[in-house]
């Protein structure tokens, strides 16, 4: 008896031996623009592919992704083949994106969803995903005028175009600045640019920036702030903002890596730990060379980043069962956004005009980091 007991022993073991390690159960998806649209949002997927290896599924929505929403079905189709797949984040959440996991959703219902900055009506994401985040836009829509104030502005010019001006949280956000450029005495410019998903594209939209910037400047002078909603505009308008002595109170996505490295010539790998401070010191340096200091300014961490980062953390725990998959814990999400970002984050959840709390969509707020 002692020998057969043995001899199962020894054969438990082998098995055991050569059963698979996993760190967990479970697969997270990543979907990004590509490094073309938001370079941000790419190099932080890539950031969680580095930590967690094969636990993470790192995809791309296609470039000109307004022409391609069949495509960005299909890449979100493919997703829900893989029965490991246990959540979805999705940054940024451009127009087509519920469409796409109305696909997912068709045959699952075990996948945690997460949007970042989504682009479609707040009441039809909420039905969807079971976290929602982004910058807190109609909060912005007054403290990106005052923050344009205290940088000297007297005009404001905002670039947009009809696609942007369809979403509801940019367009809301569009009027409150509005107010509140008329409470400062701020002259409020409604300037219309290329859509760089449209016939020019995004080389034609970034050129117009390039050349419309010098135009307004000589119309209202060096104190005009100037603020875009298009992520593929950032560098443009920085480079126009910088070479005539213009303002800039913060990118679209509030960030230091938006926009200023490529246009300031500073050299930048998002996989050093370090390359926030770095990139941070070197703009403070060039601006201040170029008699620029206290003319532009942004958010002390990549929000976009961020998004992606704690959007995956909180998802393993949710995988885990640390955390519920249809309650959110604001405590432990909060925490993983401070970890990442190293500051206190705020997050607020989005009342409509007609009082309706949607308590998994949630806006973040951080202060200014002034160059």
Excluded at 31 to 37: A, K, L, M
Excluded at 86 to 115: C, S
Aim: hydrophobic share 40%; aromatic share 8%; charged share 20%.
């Amino acid at each position: 008896m002692k020998k057969v007991l043995g001899f199962l022993l020894v054969c438990v073991m082998l098995v055991t031996l050569a059963a698979p390690v996993f760190a967990g159960p479970g697969k997270v998806a990543i979907v990004t623009n590509t490094v073309s649209q938001n370079e941000e949002e790419y190099r932080s997927a890539q950031e969680m592919v580095a930590k967690y290896g094969d636990r993470i599924v790192h995809v791309t929505w296609p470039d000109n992704f307004m022409a391609e929403q069949e495509q960005m079905v299909s890449v979100v189709a493919k997703l829900a083949y893989d029965p490991d797949v246990k959540a979805l984040i999705i940054n940024q959440a451009v127009p087509g994106t519920n469409a796409a996991v109305d696909k997912l959703l068709e045959t699952r219902d075990d996948v945690f969803i997460v949007y970042c900055t989504p682009q479609e009506n707040p009441p039809d994401v909420a039905a969807r995903a079971q976290l929602i985040t982004m910058p807190d836009e109609l909060a912005m829509g007054n403290e990106i005028p005052v923050q344009a104030k205290k940088l000297g502005a007297k005009v404001f010019v905002h670039y947009s175009f009809p696609r942007h001006m369809s979403q509801v949280l940019l367009s809301s956000r569009r009027e409150i600045m509005k107010k509140k450029c008329a409470e400062l005495e701020l002259q409020f410019v409604d300037a219309t640019a290329p859509d760089p998903t449209g016939d020019s594209g995004l080389p034609g939209a970034q050129q117009f920036i390039l050349e419309d910037v010098p135009k307004m400047v000589e119309k209202y002078g060096k104190d005009t702030a100037f603020f875009s909603t298009n992520c593929a505009m950032q560098i443009p308008l920085i480079k126009a903002v910088v070479d005539t002595g213009a303002i800039y109170p913060q990118p679209c996505c509030p960030s230091p890596y938006h926009g200023f490295p490529t246009a300031l010539g500073i050299e930048s790998d998002l996989s050093k730990k370090d390359n926030i401070k770095h990139v941070i010191d070197e703009t403070r340096r060039i601006l201040k060379e170029k008699g620029m200091t206290g003319r532009l300014s942004t958010w002390p961490v990549p929000v976009s980043m961020m998004g992606t980062v704690a959007g995956t953390e909180y998802a393993f725990k949710v995988i885990a069962g640390e955390v519920p998959f249809d309650k959110l814990d604001i405590t432990v999400l909060e925490q993983c956004m401070a970890d990442y970002a190293k500051v206190a984050v705020n997050t607020n959840p989005y009342v409509d005009e007609a009082g309706t709390k949607y308590e998994n969509f949630l806006f973040i707020l951080m202060d200014f980091l002034t160059y």
